[in-house]
């Protein structure tokens, strides 16, 4: 099935893949897919995680696969179906699915975030809702999936740690991040090596509400010097928001890093022609700090 998709820059826009589990409907940002395959046999693992099926070899790549109704808590999958290859996080991961059903268009703002509709087995794990031809898609967070399965995927921690004592730093920096878990962890990880100045907002809109805010009062200097976002964000997406910020004259001076498990090739030529000063892939946190310190210190 081919997965490329079309869209412009800076639209707000992205594409979900709708894929069924038993009987339910779940989608996934197109731009996490490399392929769609049909299910083929994998190799047990030994003691690996119980959602993890095993590994296999298409084309000399060894691939994880991960059985996605075990992580909902809806059973067990039988061979069979097919499987979602997906890359994040610099990770080639199959995820396994009964069936797909198919690529919709839509915008941020029409991804509703997840409340009482959601049940219990996809609490935590869904991102965002779609109502689509009067039925729901659930979005699922494939990066807390994976990171639940082997914390050693998520934010490399200690790269933070051996930084050691710094200065204090009181460059005002905004955050872009609708991850409650990431956005605590980057705050922290930024107070921790010296930079005590944060704004953090839950999506791109909100940041970019910060910014309209600070023009209006003259005070964009004194609270928003550096921009770190997300991708992936309800509302406003982190696109958008740096097309906005650089197609500005008053702010397309203030660097703008993307901080996104969908960094790959495609994505960060996309950024790049938006104006984006640097893109980072989300395990990088050392090399996010490092980044930030290139643009903000050495001015």
């Not at 906005?244 to 993307?258: G, Q, W």
Request: aromatic share 4%; glycine share 6%; hydrophobic share 40%.
């Amino acid at each position: 099935m081919d997965t490329k998709i079309l869209l412009e820059n800076g639209t707000n826009e992205l594409e979900v893949l709708e894929f069924m589990l038993n009987g339910n409907s779940y989608g996934i940002n197109v731009a996490k897919i490399r392929e769609i395959i049909t299910y083929q046999p994998v190799t047990p693992v030994p003691n690996a995680h119980p959602s993890i099926e095993g590994i296999f070899m298409p084309r000399d790549r060894m691939i994880t696969a991960i059985d996605l109704k075990n992580c909902l808590q809806r059973g067990v999958s039988e061979p069979g179906g097919l499987f979602i290859i997906t890359n994040f996080n610099k990770l080639d991961i199959a995820f396994h699915v009964d069936s797909v059903v198919g690529i919709h268009r839509v915008s941020w703002k029409d991804i509703i975030k997840p409340g009482a509709t959601v049940s219990t087995a996809e609490d935590g794990i869904s991102t965002g809702i779609i109502k689509y031809d009067n039925k729901l898609i659930i979005i699922l967070d494939f990066e807390k999936i994976v990171t639940d399965i082997n914390p050693e995927t998520g934010l490399k921690m200690n790269e933070i740690d051996e930084m050691g004592d710094r200065t204090r730093c009181d460059v005002p920096i905004l955050i872009a991040e609708d991850s409650i878990l990431l956005n605590r962890l980057i705050v922290d990880s930024l107070k921790k090596v010296g930079y005590t100045n944060l704004i953090h907002t839950a999506n791109g809109q909100e940041a970019y509400d910060v910014i309209q805010e600070c023009k209006r009062k003259g005070t964009l200097d004194q609270h928003v010097q550096c921009i770190i976002t997300d991708i992936e964000m309800p509302e406003m997406d982190g696109h958008r928001l740096t097309k906005l910020v650089k197609d500005d004259d008053e702010t397309k001076h203030i660097p703008v890093i993307i901080f996104s498990s969908l960094v790959n090739d495609e994505m960060r030529r996309k950024g790049e022609a938006l104006g984006a000063d640097a893109q980072l892939s989300k395990p990088e946190i050392g090399n996010l700090v490092r980044v930030v310190d290139s643009l903000v210190l050495d001015k």
